[in-house]
C-alpha cells in the first residue's frame, strides 16, 4: 500500500507560500506515494486546488492529516498541528529552531522524525535543496521593489526636455545572496548602487554587478569570514570604525537596504537613528532582518513608519510577498531533498540516518530530540538548569541564516555585464560545514 504524503494549509496568517507546486505534485506521485493536499492550501499561492488535482493529488481536509506518513510544510507546526501528526511520520519544513527549544522538544515528544531545511549543508549535491538561498534571493529583488514603491521619486536618471533627473543613490548593508540579488536588482532600475559586508569575498561580487564596494579593509575584516562561508560577529571596536565610515555615506543615500544577519544570533545593529536622521526627508529605509530585531534602529516589524522624515519598511516574510514565485522555488528544494529519503524499489521512506544530508537537517526521530545543537531541549524544564556547559554551547551553535547566506565567485560568471542577474546560489565545494 502506498504511504501518504500530505501538504497542509498554512495556518500562519503571513504567510502564503505552500510546500507543493503542480510540478512537484506530479514528481511525487510518481515516486509512489498518495498525495493528498489540503484543499485551499495553494490558492495564495495561485495554485487552485483543480491544478493540483490534475497533477494527481486527491483534495483533502485538515484532518486527513492524521494519517500521513509524510508532511512537507513551509513554517513549523503550531502545537495543534503536532498532536493531530501520526507517531513516527516525518516532517520537512523550515522549523527555525533556534531560541524554539520548548518546540523542538514538543516535535520529538510527538513522536515525529522532523528535518529543517534551513539548516541543509551548503555543498554542491544539496544545491537543489537550499532554501535559504532560494528564498533570499527572493527576498533581495522584493526589498528593492518595496524600496522603489515607498520612494516618491524615479530611481533612473532621465534626460528630459525639462530638465535631468538624477538617478538615486541606493546601499546595500550585507552583501549575501539577498544582497546580491538587490543590487542586480537596484542596477536594472537605473540606481547608482554602493553596498558593504564584512566578508572580503564579496568585494569582487559587487564590482562585477556594477555597484562599488564600501568597508573598513583592516586585518579583522581579512579575516571576517568563517570556513562556511558566514559573516562573522565583528568586535565592538570594529563595529565602530565601520559606523563611522558609513555615516557620511548613508546620509548621501536615497534608499538603504539593509540584509545582515548573524547566525543563531539577533540582527547586528547597522544603522542608528542619529544616522539616518541626516538622510533627506522621503528617503526610505528597507530592514529585511526585522523579524530578527532588525538591523536599523526604530524598525517595526510587520510596519511602515516615519521616522524624521523617512520611511522604514519593516515588511515580514519578505520573499512571501511574491508567494507564487516563491513556492514554486521552495517546492523544487522539498522535494529534491525527499528524493533522498525515499527507497526507489520499495516506494517507501527510508532514511539512512549516516548521510550527510540528513545528519546536518533531522531535529528529532524516534521521540528524541537527536540534533547536537539542540541538547538543551532534549531535557526537560526541571533539568534544564543543570545541563553541562558543553550542552550549553552546543545550543549555541551557529547554523545558516537566508539573507545573509554566503555567494561566491561564481556570481560574477553569471554578470558579464553590469546589469547581469546573479545566482541564486552559488556553492562551495564539497564538505563544507
Known amino acids: 500500500m502506498a504511504q501518504t504524503l500530505f501538504i497542509p494549509?498554512?495556518?500562519?496568517?503571513?504567510?502564503?507560500?505552500?510546500?507543493?507546486?503542480?510540478?512537484?505534485?506530479?514528481?511525487?506521485?510518481?515516486?509512489?506515494?498518495?498525495?493528498?493536499?489540503?484543499?485551499?492550501?495553494?490558492?495564495?499561492?495561485?495554485?487552485?486546488?483543480?491544478?493540483?488535482?490534475?497533477?494527481?493529488?486527491?483534495?483533502?481536509?485538515?484532518?486527513?492529516?492524521?494519517?500521513?506518513?509524510v508532511v512537507l510544510k513551509v513554517r513549523r507546526p503550531t502545537s495543534a498541528e503536532i498532536k493531530s501528526y501520526k507517531q513516527s511520520a516525518v516532517v520537512i519544513a523550515m522549523l527555525d529552531p533556534y531560541g524554539n527549544d520548548a518546540a523542538v522538544k514538543e516535535l520529538a515528544d510527538a513522536g515525529v522524525t522532523a528535518f529543517t531545511m534551513e539548516f541543509m549543508p551548503r555543498i554542491t549535491r544539496a544545491q537543489v535543496m537550499d532554501v535559504l538561498s532560494s528564498q533570499a534571493n527572493l527576498a533581495g529583488y522584493q526589498a528593492v521593489v518595496d524600496a522603489a514603491e515607498e520612494y516618491d521619486r524615479a530611481l533612473p536618471m532621465m534626460m528630459t526636455a525639462a530638465g535631468t533627473v538624477p538617478a538615486a543613490k541606493v546601499f546595500i548593508m550585507g552583501v549575501g545572496v539577498a544582497g546580491l540579488q538587490a543590487i542586480a536588482t537596484a542596477r536594472r532600475l537605473g540606481a547608482v548602487v554602493t553596498a558593504t559586508d564584512v566578508r572580503p569575498a564579496v568585494k569582487e561580487q559587487v564590482a562585477s554587478l556594477g555597484a562599488k564596494f564600501l568597508a573598513v579593509e583592516d586585518e579583522e575584516f581579512k579575516a571576517a569570514e568563517t570556513a562556511g562561508g558566514y559573516a562573522k560577529e565583528m568586535s565592538k571596536e570594529y563595529q565602530a570604525k565601520q559606523a563611522a565610515l558609513v555615516n557620511d555615506h548613508i546620509a548621501k543615500q536615497d534608499i538603504v537596504i539593509t540584509t545582515a544577519l548573524i547566525p543563531g544570533r539577533p540582527a547586528p545593529r547597522l544603522v542608528t537613528r542619529e544616522m539616518y536622521s541626516r538622510m533627506r526627508p522621503g528617503s526610505v529605509i528597507v530592514d529585511l532582518a526585522v523579524e530578527r530585531g532588525g538591523n536599523v534602529e526604530g524598525a517595526v516589524a510587520g510596519k511602515i513608519i516615519e521616522v524624521d522624515g523617512i520611511k522604514i519598511v519593516g515588511h515580514l516574510n519578505v520573499a512571501g510577498r511574491i508567494a507564487a514565485t516563491a513556492s514554486q522555488l521552495y517546492a523544487k528544494n522539498l522535494v529534491a531533498f525527499f528524493e533522498t529519503l525515499v527507497d526507489k524499489e520499495t516506494k517507501t521512506v527510508k532514511i539512512n540516518f549516516d548521510d550527510e544530508l540528513v545528519k546536518a537537517t533531522v531535529l528529532t526521530h524516534g521521540g528524541k530530540v537527536v540534533h547536537p545543537n539542540f541538547a538543551s531541549a532534549a531535557a526537560t524544564p526541571a533539568a534544564a538548569p543543570a545541563a553541562k556547559p558543553a550542552a550549553k554551547k552546543a545550543a549555541t551553535a551557529k547554523a545558516p541564516v537566508a539573507k545573509d547566506a554566503p555567494v561566491k565567485a561564481e556570481a560574477k560568471k553569471a554578470a558579464p555585464k553590469k546589469t547581469a542577474t546573479p545566482k541564486a546560489a552559488p556553492k562551495k565545494t564539497e564538505g563544507e560545514a
Open 9 to 69: 494549509k498554512e495556518i500562519d496568517a503571513n504567510e502564503p507560500r505552500v510546500g507543493g507546486s503542480v510540478e512537484t505534485v506530479k514528481k511525487l506521485v510518481g515516486l509512489g506515494f498518495t498525495v493528498i493536499v489540503e484543499a485551499g492550501a495553494g490558492t495564495a499561492s495561485r495554485i487552485p486546488d483543480r491544478e493540483f488535482e490534475a497533477a494527481g493529488a486527491t483534495i483533502g481536509k485538515t484532518t486527513d492529516i492524521k494519517g500521513a506518513d
